[in-house]
Structures are given as structure tokens and as C-alpha cells.
């Protein structure tokens, strides 16, 4: 596609409940990242996929957060027995590799909202 | 522990002035940096970049500022815009192998 997109844009859900946010990156670019921004911070590092493997998972809060990259593209990350803490934006982006800094893309982001 | 910082949450500047936006990073290892733009309800965009063998990058009105030692960089806007008016995020990466990390943003607003 022309950019990353992420669905859903939008999601609230009830407190407990699992939800799955996902990520198509730009076509061709093997690097994917996952961020979160909660209201009035600033964009907190989740985790980065190269390809299908994901070399560094240490921004993930906690055992309830994981995400998978299938296929070196579309990546899905699940959040289980969301708590209110959860809510935030969470952001996809894509480079061509890990060190393309400048050509990192953004997706609009999927607005989480945990009730 | 925050390995990029902006200590300044907000900055407010009248059109036409010059915008300085600070950045601090901790992590030595890092070695390109960015800054990003971001508008309400729109993911960051890319909006300037310097490597670390350098100490300015230069692109249009967006001037960055490298200074290593100090572990210390800043993005100079001259003339501010209102259209600039938006939350601008530091950026830092190294070739070693970690991520992009982001600082917490300022909120620059720009008046006419």
C-alpha cells in the first residue's frame, strides 16, 4: 500500500477483555515498529520486528502485551485482559531496514480506549 | 530511564521568531538523530535529521544542531510559522542495533 495502515483506527473496549490492533506496513519494508503514546506522554517504544523476528521486546509492559509479524509484513499486536492503564495511541511504523531512521513511516494510529 | 529527553513540555513563540526545540540523550551509542512532527489525530512525520559525524544539517527554515560532547542537540525553526504549531518529538538511533527512541515531545505553538 501507499503508507502503513493500522485498523482498527478506533476501539473501546470493556476491562478484561483481549483486543488485537494491527499493522500493514509499507510494502517492501522488512523493518516494523510498535509504539504507544498515552495521553500527555510522549511516544514509548514497545517492541521492533526485523523481518519475522523480533530482536528487542523490551518495551513491552508486561505478559499481557505480545505481537507477531507473519510473512515479513502485517504484524498483529494482542493485548490480553486489558486494563484502563492500557488506553493510549498505539502507533505502527515501517523503514526499509532497522537504521533508516529518516525513512521511518508512521501509520495514523489505533486509538485504544478501555472502559 | 529515559535515554532521550526534552525537558521543555511546551514552547510558545510569536510568528516570525526564531523556535528552539532542546533534546538531551543519555545512551553514548547512539549515532543518528531526528526529529518528528506530529499533528493531532496524524502519526510523526520525519522532519530533518543529522548523523553524528556532523554538528548542523541545514533544510530550508529547520536548522539541527549537534553537539556530542554535551550529549545535546536542538532543532532551530527561523521564521516560525503558525502552521509550524505542533508537538515535535527528538529521535535517536544507533547502528549497534536498538530501535528508534523517541523523547516526550514539546508543544510548540506558534501565534500570528
Known amino acids: 500500500g501507499a503508507g502503513v495502515s493500522q485498523s482498527p483506527s478506533n476501539k473501546v473496549t470493556e476491562k478484561g477483555k483481549d483486543v488485537e490492533l494491527r499493522c500493514d506496513p509499507i510494502?517492501?519494508?522488512?523493518?516494523l515498529y510498535w509504539y504507544r503514546q498515552s495521553l500527555g506522554q510522549g511516544l514509548e517504544f514497545l517492541i521492533y520486528f526485523q523481518g519475522n523476528s523480533a530482536p528487542d521486546k523490551s518495551g513491552l509492559p508486561s505478559d499481557r502485551f505480545s505481537a507477531e509479524r507473519t510473512g515479513g509484513s502485517v504484524s498483529t499486536l494482542t493485548i490480553q485482559r486489558t486494563q484502563q492503564e492500557d488506553s493510549a495511541v498505539y502507533l505502527c511504523a515501517s523503514s526499509r531496514d532497522i537504521y533508516s531512521g529518516n525513512t521511518i513511516y508512521f501509520g495514523e494510529g489505533s486509538w485504544l480506549t478501555v472502559v | 530511564d529515559q535515554q532521550v529527553k526534552q525537558n521543555s513540555p511546551s514552547l510558545s513563540v510569536q510568528e516570525g521568531r526564531i523556535s528552539i526545540l532542546n533534546c538531551d540523550y543519555t545512551n553514548s551509542m547512539f549515532d543518528y538523530f531526528l526529529w518528528y512532527k506530529k499533528y493531532p489525530a496524524e502519526g510523526p512525520t520525519f522532519l530533518i535529521s543529522i548523523s553524528s559525524i556532523k554538528d548542523k544539517n541545514e533544510d530550508g527554515r529547520f536548522t539541527v544542531f549537534l553537539n556530542k560532547s554535551a550529549k545535546h542537540l536542538s532543532l532551530h525553526i527561523v521564521p516560525s510559522q503558525p502552521g509550524d504549531s505542533a508537538v515535535y518529538f527528538c529521535a535517536a538511533i544507533s547502528q549497534a542495533g536498538t530501535a528508534l527512541i523517541f523523547g516526550k515531545g514539546t508543544t510548540l505553538s506558534v501565534s500570528s
Open positions: 510494502s517492501g519494508h522488512t523493518a
